[in-house]
């Protein structure tokens, strides 16, 4: 069992940064694919972004490119998304992603709701125009 505690959203507007942590138990941190998806209201879940143990590859979804940085500090358990150049259209709950077991196909299924193991609480950004 993976426990995954969020912080870091808020209130921010239009333009400006925030970043967010995702602090992972398991002492197999290091080996963990990670990631971020959000769910705006009324909007289906989608993948924002995610950062492979293998060769630490990094994948953004479109809408995000060039504006988020996904990172990972392994000696800390930690994973962080720097959002920059936040958009009212970013608005959503952003969720921490784990696959922890059953094999790492990251760079082909990262994008799959199902591809993930474990899923954080949550934690809102609202960006105002």
């Known amino acids: 069992q993976v426990q995954l505690v969020e912080s870091g959203g808020g209130l921010v507007q239009a333009g400006g940064s925030l970043r967010l942590s995702c602090a992972a138990s398991?002492?197999?941190?290091?080996?963990?694919?990670m990631g971020w998806f959000r769910q705006a209201p009324g909007k289906e879940r989608e993948f924002v972004a995610a950062i492979c143990w293998s060769r630490a590859s990094a994948y953004y979804a479109d809408s995000v490119k060039g504006r988020f940085t996904i990172s990972r500090d392994n000696a800390k358990g930690t994973m962080y998304v720097q959002l920059n150049s936040l958009k009212p259209e970013d608005t959503a709950v952003y969720y921490c992603?784990?696959?922890?077991?059953?094999?790492?196909?990251?760079?082909?299924?990262?994008?799959?709701?199902?591809?993930?193991?474990?899923w954080g609480q949550g934690t809102q950004v609202t960006v105002s125009s």
């Open positions: 398991g002492r197999t941190f290091s080996s963990y694919d």
């Open positions: 992603v784990v696959r922890s077991f059953g094999g790492s196909d990251c760079p082909y299924q990262y994008g799959s709701n199902g591809y993930w193991n474990y």
